[in-house]
């Protein structure tokens, strides 16, 4: 399973980003996808994850990003609003496995990343 992200860039504080992540998986479908991010120095958090039924957001995000996918495309979205300056981060897609959405460790297939930088 390959996932590419796209995307990223620059932007000002209060623009807005979308980023895109294509799945190689013919089975893309009938897995719930998440975004994750990590800041320099910091850990992998948390962003976003799409199930079936339901979207899951960071209390970070909430209100400002919006996650979505298309299954005939094999594509996952963020559109990213109001960014932030602590919204600089790489941010990377990745297929669920098992467990909780909002943990890294419940994702077994990740894509590359892709950087973005919200400016002061």
């Known amino acids: 399973v390959q996932l590419q992200a796209s995307g990223g860039g620059l932007v000002q504080a209060g623009g807005s980003l979308s980023l895109s992540c294509a799945a190689s998986?013919?089975?893309?479908?009938?897995?719930?996808m998440g975004w994750f991010r990590q800041a320099p120095g910091k850990e992998r958090e948390f962003v976003a994850a799409?199930?079936?039924?339901?979207?899951h957001y960071a209390d970070s995000v909430k209100g400002r990003f919006i996650m979505s996918r298309d299954n005939a495309k094999r594509t996952v979205y963020l559109q990213m609003n109001s960014l932030k300056p602590e919204d600089t981060a790489v941010y990377y897609c990745a297929r669920w496995a098992s467990g909780d959405y909002d943990r890294s460790a419940s994702y077994e297939y990740w894509g590359q990343g892709t950087q973005v930088t919200v400016s002061s």
């Open positions: 799409i199930t079936w039924n339901k979207i």
């Open positions: 998986s013919r089975t893309f479908s009938t897995y719930a």
